[in-house]
């Protein structure tokens, strides 16, 4: 059994914006589309047949870690943190430690370095305002935008995470 980290993020979240954030910062390549943009290498199913319970996600390329390939799911599921059910839940390296500080800055949301050392996490973003894509389609092409210009994660914020990280920089 593997020691993970949790991320968090609030319930109004869609996935398909988390996977490609995701996508975005692990150095997959982002291009422009008739709809927005979409990322070379990203793969989003749905499992067990039903929309919204687990997704999962899987990203194939050359990525800012060496690795060529991430699988990992996006899960809705009730949690003891009000308002965040959309969970992820991978092995806890630094690459994901990095990851997850990440996405809460982009969304809010909860980190938990490693899911057996607190009941309270260890980073919390509080979002201090409403999900663009609740507001109006014009939010939600902003924060398309945003996600699109996105830097992937640098050596140096991986490096720091990697203290925290129960397998520091890991064989994902």
């Not at 692990?26 to 990322?39: E, H, I, K, R, Y």
């Not at 060496?66 to 630094?94: K, N, W």
């Not at 260890?122 to 014009?138: A, K, N, T």
């Amino acid at each position: 059994m593997s020691v993970n980290t949790h991320i968090f993020l609030p319930s109004d979240v869609r996935c398909l914006e988390v996977a490609k954030t995701v996508a975005v910062l692990a150095g997959l390549s982002p291009f422009a589309t008739d709809n927005g943009f979409d990322v070379k290498g990203l793969e989003i199913m749905t499992l067990g047949g039903m929309p919204g319970p687990m997704v999962r996600i899987t990203l194939t390329g050359p990525m800012v870690d060496g690795a060529m390939e991430h699988r990992f799911c996006l899960s809705y599921e009730s949690s003891e943190l009000p308002g965040h059910d959309r969970q992820i839940s991978v092995r806890s390296t630094a690459f994901w430690v990095a990851m997850g500080r990440r996405l809460i800055q982009v969304f809010g949301g909860a980190l938990f370095y490693n899911e057996y050392e607190s009941k309270e996490p260890d980073e919390l973003e509080v979002r201090q305002w409403p999900y663009p894509c609740e507001v109006d389609d014009f939010g939600c092409l902003d924060l398309s935008s945003r996600i699109f210009k996105l830097k992937p994660l640098p050596i140096d914020e991986m490096q720091s995470a990697a203290d925290c990280a129960y397998y520091g920089w890991g064989d994902d």
